[in-house]
């Protein structure tokens, strides 16, 4: 396996749980930090860092160190590479098909 695969199987695999997501949801209208995080899902402290963590090392979220506490945003340059890999992974057809609608489908089979 090449590191870009290596690279990928990270990046996806930090957009594969629920808490994850629902991280990422919060942090689209503003920085956070980890106590405001905790305030709208529940899970520990622990496992907060647990899944932030994850989301720093996949490059998706940033996080910024101020005193005693960590503020997380959302990496724009992160969340642009984890769309563009999607697409390179999927061939150009296929996302194609992918966007018509079900009615259109049969055109877009042909």
């Known amino acids: ?3 870009q695969t290596i690279h990928d199987a990270k990046l ?11 991280i990422i949801e919060l942090l689209q209208s503003s ?6 995080l905790l ?21 998706i979220v ?7 506490w960590t503020y997380y945003s ?7 590479l984890a769309k563009h890999r999607l697409e390179d992974i999927l061939n150009k057809d296929t996302i194609a098909y992918l966007s ?3 009615k259109e489908n ?3 089979a042909s």
Do not use: P, W, Y
Request: aromatic letters at 2%; proline letters at 0%.
């Open 62 to 68: 940033h996080a910024r160190k101020d005193k005693k």
């Open 106 to 108: 049969e055109k877009c």
């Open 31 to 36: 920085e956070k930090c980890a106590c405001d």
């Open 100 to 102: 018509c609608s079900n």
């Open 1 to 3: 396996m090449n590191e």
């Open 39 to 59: 305030e709208n899902i529940s899970i520990s402290q622990s496992t907060l860092s647990h899944h932030m963590k994850i989301l720093v090392e996949s490059g």
């Open 74 to 80: 959302l990496c724009d340059e992160g969340i642009t």
């Open 12 to 22: 996806f695999k930090a957009l594969c749980d629920e808490h994850r997501l629902a």
